[in-house]
């Protein structure tokens, strides 16, 4: 029914299957807390109330926003690089004169996404890490101010990198060509990524939370340990095996893609919480209750995204 109310090959039965299951978990913590604090009402659960109504909205937002239409769903993506690129930026002092190159920064995000829409692979690939990179250093010399300039570069770049040009992978990957005779189409893919990459993260903090002794991290992130980090991978390539209908892949290829997002996705949170330590903050922001900023809730997505996009490239398309 829904695959006729939205004819645009994303919302196929695989999604719509899954996206059930995700709703259907969402309203069991809601009741259980619910019950919990009544059963319980010294029980501390402000926090997980807190994160999960964060949930619904993100869950909400995402479902409306990726599964109507394509352009939605690719300026949606844009439009949350621009968010995520705004808040890192905002958080690292940049320079006064810095604000010219991030003007360029923001005029490459529509062309990196419109370039993405229209699966043009060859200039996608490039604009960003050689043309922008060529233009960003240029912009900043012309000013004349020279004083911490290399800083400068190095942080605007990255960023650039790291909320624009990684997440344009997820855009890219909804508008890939098809595969013949793969029914759960690209949508299949883009909810394969987003949710093993969110369900690491969570997994990752319950076997943390319920078996964790070893620091893996201490200096960069005390709470994370192996047993979590462990606990997290085998769970995460486990979940990827069960969920290969939403791809292409076959058994081989979903356990090594499985592995590769826990991995990369534990790599991405640690890059951002070391930044995190290294200017003394706890969040990137506060726009998502629960959570922190946006940098916080797509931390590991900056790095699964690009890992997965060329992954399955590989595995499928090549």
């Given at each position: 029914m829904l695959e006729k109310l939205f004819p645009n090959g994303l919302l196929t039965n695989e999604v719509?299957?899954?996206?059930?299951v995700i709703l259907s978990l969402l309203t069991f913590f809601t009741v259980l807390f619910f019950v919990w604090e009544k059963v319980n009402p010294k029980a501390k659960l402000e926090e997980l109330k807190k994160r999960t109504n964060?949930?619904?909205?993100?869950?909400?937002?995402?479902?409306?926003?990726?599964?109507i239409n394509k352009a939605v769903a690719?300026?949606?993506?844009?439009?949350?690089?621009?968010?995520?690129?705004?808040?890192?930026?905002?958080?690292?002092?940049l320079r006064l004169s810095d604000r010219r190159m991030l003007l360029w920064c923001y005029i490459a995000i529509p062309i990196q996404f419109y370039l993405a829409y229209q699966n043009n692979y060859g200039l996608?690939?490039?604009?960003?890490?050689?043309?922008?990179?060529?233009i960003l250093p240029f912009r900043a010399v012309i000013t004349g101010d020279t004083v911490n300039v290399t800083r400068s570069f190095s942080i605007i770049q990255w960023s650039l990198m790291l909320t624009v040009f990684s997440i344009s992978h997820i855009a890219f990957l909804l508008n890939k060509s098809p595969l013949p005779g793969f029914s759960a189409g690209n949508g299949g893919l883009l909810l394969y990524l987003i949710f093993l990459t969110q369900f690491n993260d969570v997994l990752q903090f319950i076997w943390g939370k319920t078996l964790g002794k070893k620091k893996i991290l201490p200096k960069v992130s005390p709470n994370k340990t192996w047993e979590?980090?462990?606990?997290?991978?085998?769970?995460?390539?486990?979940?990827?095996?069960?969920?290969?209908?939403l791809t292409p892949l076959n058994s081989q290829q979903a356990l090594i893609m499985g592995f590769m997002i826990a991995v990369t996705g534990f790599c991405g949170d640690v890059?951002?919480?070391?930044?995190?330590?290294?200017?003394?903050?706890?969040?990137m922001g506060n726009t998502i209750p629960g959570h922190g900023g946006i940098m916080d809730r797509i931390d590991s997505l900056t790095y699964t995204s690009l890992v997965f996009?060329?992954?399955?490239?590989f595995f499928c398309w090549e």
């Amino acid at each position: 029914m829904l695959e006729k109310l939205f004819p645009n090959g994303l919302l196929t039965n695989e999604v719509t299957t899954v996206l059930g299951v995700i709703l259907s978990l969402l309203t069991f913590f809601t009741v259980l807390f619910f019950v919990w604090e009544k059963v319980n009402p010294k029980a501390k659960l402000e926090e997980l109330k807190k994160r999960t109504n964060s949930w619904w909205i993100i869950f909400t937002i995402f479902t409306v926003t990726m599964f109507i239409n394509k352009a939605v769903a690719v300026c949606g993506l844009a439009y949350l690089s621009f968010l995520a690129l705004r808040e890192l930026t905002s958080s690292l002092d940049l320079r006064l004169s810095d604000r010219r190159m991030l003007l360029w920064c923001y005029i490459a995000i529509p062309i990196q996404f419109y370039l993405a829409y229209q699966n043009n692979y060859g200039l996608f690939i490039i604009f960003i890490p050689v043309i922008i990179f060529l233009i960003l250093p240029f912009r900043a010399v012309i000013t004349g101010d020279t004083v911490n300039v290399t800083r400068s570069f190095s942080i605007i770049q990255w960023s650039l990198m790291l909320t624009v040009f990684s997440i344009s992978h997820i855009a890219f990957l909804l508008n890939k060509s098809p595969l013949p005779g793969f029914s759960a189409g690209n949508g299949g893919l883009l909810l394969y990524l987003i949710f093993l990459t969110q369900f690491n993260d969570v997994l990752q903090f319950i076997w943390g939370k319920t078996l964790g002794k070893k620091k893996i991290l201490p200096k960069v992130s005390p709470n994370k340990t192996w047993e979590g980090f462990l606990g997290g991978v085998f769970s995460t390539t486990i979940l990827a095996y069960l969920l290969k209908f939403l791809t292409p892949l076959n058994s081989q290829q979903a356990l090594i893609m499985g592995f590769m997002i826990a991995v990369t996705g534990f790599c991405g949170d640690v890059v951002v919480s070391s930044i995190k330590r290294d200017y003394g903050i706890k969040d990137m922001g506060n726009t998502i209750p629960g959570h922190g900023g946006i940098m916080d809730r797509i931390d590991s997505l900056t790095y699964t995204s690009l890992v997965f996009m060329h992954l399955i490239h590989f595995f499928c398309w090549e």
